[in-house]
């Protein structure tokens, strides 16, 4: 139980029918958060895409939008996840579905073949695992104007982290996924994007071209978006036994995460 949508999944499939308190309220503030940037971006077109959309509702980043009538592609390889996707869009003849497993020399051509416009909208981007070279396949191809990316927020800055992509790569549900917050900051911004909020464990990146938000380093963000939230435990409480990272210096940090990832060892990359 190491993200609120596993815990959501464990819950409910252990009692069926269980609604959970709270959950709308979580979900509506993700999409107020994201709400609040595309309507201060000068948007070409209103086309979305999500990678990683599960069952298209539970803490979804683009069922607004596409409730609103945006187009888009929603992306999900679980068979389970998927058929509840299809279900959520039956009717919604503007947003493609597609049941794949998305992987970096995947990606690119699965975007052309749903014809996505270079410079759509919006990007969510959340597969659990080597979502960095995921990213950096989309943006050597395609400049969308809001980038919502998962991050593992358990890896505090500076600390660069992430899963190296291959193709036996499965996340064993812990605290072994994705990239960390200074990774993704780097990656954005060698392609001339400006890190704007950390909200939790979404990272949220616009083109510096059209942002007018003040850009913040990643140290920064992870202070306001995660490290100072109130209810950061009572969301997170199973990165209670990751929090000790937070009071070491970078180099003791990353003795510790390769301590941690021993049986890992060459699945990722960790530097300074």
């Known amino acids: 139980m190491y993200s609120l949508n596993l815990a959501k999944k464990v819950l409910k499939a252990a009692i069926p029918g269980l609604r959970l308190p709270g959950a709308r309220r979580l979900d509506n503030q993700h999409a107020d958060v994201i709400d609040r940037y595309l309507e201060a971006l000068p948007l070409t077109n209103k086309f979305c895409v999500d990678i990683g959309a599960s069952d298209g509702v539970t803490m979804s980043n683009s069922l607004r939008l596409f409730t609103r009538g945006w187009s888009g592609l929603a992306v999900e390889c679980d068979p389970a996840a998927f058929q509840r996707l299809t279900s959520v869009h039956s009717e919604r003849d503007r947003v493609h579905l597609c049941k794949e497993l998305v992987t970096p020399p995947t990606v690119v051509p699965l975007l052309q073949s749903h014809q996505v416009p ?21 943006l050597a191809d395609y400049r969308p104007s809001l980038i919502c990316t998962e991050v593992n927020e358990k890896i505090p800055p500076p600390l660069k982290f992430t899963v190296r992509w291959h ?32 909200y939790y464990n979404n990272a949220l990146f616009i083109p510096e071209e ?13 202070r306001l978006g995660y490290v100072t939230k109130p209810d950061r435990a009572s969301r997170f409480p199973w990165n209670s036994d990751m929090d000790d990272l937070l009071q070491m210096d970078p180099e003791e940090a990353v003795a510790d995460l390769n301590r941690r990832f021993a049986e890992r060892r060459g699945e990722y990359e960790l530097q300074l």
């Not at 996924?177 to 400006?194: D, K, M, P, T, V």
């Open 167 to 198: 193709p036996g790569y499965t996340w064993r549900q812990d605290h072994f996924y994705g990239q960390s917050i200074e990774q993704a900051a780097g990656l954005a911004g060698r392609h001339g994007y400006s890190l704007v909020e950390l």
């Open 118 to 138: 270079k410079d759509f909208a919006f990007l969510t981007l959340d597969i659990d695992g080597y979502d960095h070279f995921v990213l950096e396949q989309i």
């Open 210 to 222: 059209i942002s007018t938000f003040p850009a913040l380093t990643a140290i920064e963000a992870y």
